[in-house]
């Protein structure tokens, strides 16, 4: 029996549920008591909410009025969210992945997929943050003229494209519970936040001359 119950639209349904929360004035998104009762979406939505903190955190970025300070300490913690983010997307096909072993799945002979149901979940994530922030600005009382009907146009777009990509998501997980489909964990190994893999960082702790910035 298959531990993990995949539903792309439970997931597509708890991201906009999460997404319009956190979005709540005085709601702290890194507040674990709202967490879903079930497992395996708890890890989807803890997953949705590095996402959500590294979108606001990249709008701070973006301020004109910010200082070389502040987008340096900006930086640093995009960085961190980041690697968070991609280290939760890894987890959610590792759970999967422990799942489907007592079925003998993935079948090691079946063709392989080029992206795994946690990077597929990743995007939906995104796509929600991009669909809540469209509407808003689509229904923006002060907004100029036509931009609310700019962002109507961008908004069905996005809709369709989410719609799509839940529908192979679910493709995906049924193919792959038949054994016509595989797909592995694929590490991203980023190099940016490793001391020992980040001349950047290694070099200036053994004091060797920096990396001249390409120009």
């Not at 689509?138 to 036509?146: S, T």
Request: aromatic fraction near 4%.
């Amino acid at each position: 029996m298959i531990a993990v119950m995949l539903s792309a639209a439970a997931i597509v349904e708890l991201q906009d549920q999460r997404t319009r929360a956190w979005h709540q004035e005085n709601h702290d998104p890194r507040e674990t008591g709202d967490a879903p009762a079930d497992r395996w979406l708890g890890s989807v939505a803890r997953q949705h909410r590095a996402n959500f903190e590294l979108w606001h955190i990249e709008d701070e970025a973006r301020n004109p009025g910010v200082t070389d300070a502040e987008l340096a300490a900006v930086k640093h913690r995009i960085d961190h969210t980041n690697q968070r983010r991609n280290d939760l997307a890894e987890a959610l096909d590792a759970a999967l992945l422990h799942s489907l072993q007592p079925s003998g799945l993935p079948n090691p002979a079946a063709p392989l997929h080029s992206e795994s149901p946690g990077l597929i979940i990743d995007r939906l994530s995104i796509l929600a943050l991009k669909i809540y922030h469209t509407r808003e600005e689509a229904e923006r009382a002060d907004a100029p003229p036509g931009h609310a009907d700019r962002n109507r146009e961008r908004l069905a777009i996005l809709l369709q494209q989410r719609a799509d990509l839940a529908a192979c998501l679910d493709e995906l997980w049924r193919e792959t519970l038949a054994g016509t489909r595989q797909f592995k964990l694929y590490r991203q190994l980023k190099m940016y936040n490793d001391p020992s893999l980040n001349p950047a960082i290694y070099r200036k702790q053994s004091g060797q001359t920096p990396l001249k910035p390409i120009t």
